[in-house]
């Protein structure tokens, strides 16, 4: 079982940064591909970014790319936001692969395992 709790929402201004923390527990999380999703308001999940289970591949959404970075050490996976914009407004959630040893990979479905979510809000 994987269990994911995520940290490090916030209210920021724009052009402001954050630290997003996934905190993973589980026996098999340094062989799951992770990735963070977010949803606004009113609006469909999204993907944001993935990063693959030995850190060594990464993809993101083009409205992400250049201003978020995703990143992973033994326990924890992160997604630094800078250059915050409204837009970016959302619960963001971490989630770990259906299967391990699994390519990166911007679709849902291959995900199994979620957090809570955290909250960002960017004020303009």
């Known amino acids: 079982q994987v269990q994911l709790v995520e940290t490090g929402g916030d209210l920021v201004q724009a052009g402001g940064s954050l630290r997003l923390s996934c905190a993973v527990s589980?026996?098999?999380?340094?062989?799951?591909?992770m990735a963070w999703f977010r949803q606004a308001e009113g609006k469909v999940r999204e993907f944001v970014a993935t990063?693959?289970?030995?850190?060594?591949s990464t993809d993101y959404a083009d409205s992400v790319k250049g201003r978020f970075t995703i990143s992973r050490d033994s326990a924890r996976t992160y997604l630094e936001m800078n250059n915050l914009n409204p837009e970016d407004t959302a619960t963001y959630y971490c989630?770990?692969?259906?299967?391990?040893?699994?390519?990166?990979?911007?679709?849902?479905?291959?995900?199994?395992?979620w957090g809570q979510g955290t909250q960002v809000t960017v004020s303009s």
């Open positions: 990063i693959s289970w030995s850190g060594d």
């Open positions: 589980g026996r098999t999380y340094s062989s799951r591909t």
């Open positions: 989630a770990a692969a259906r299967y391990t040893y699994s390519a990166i990979s911007p679709r849902e479905d291959q995900y199994r395992y």
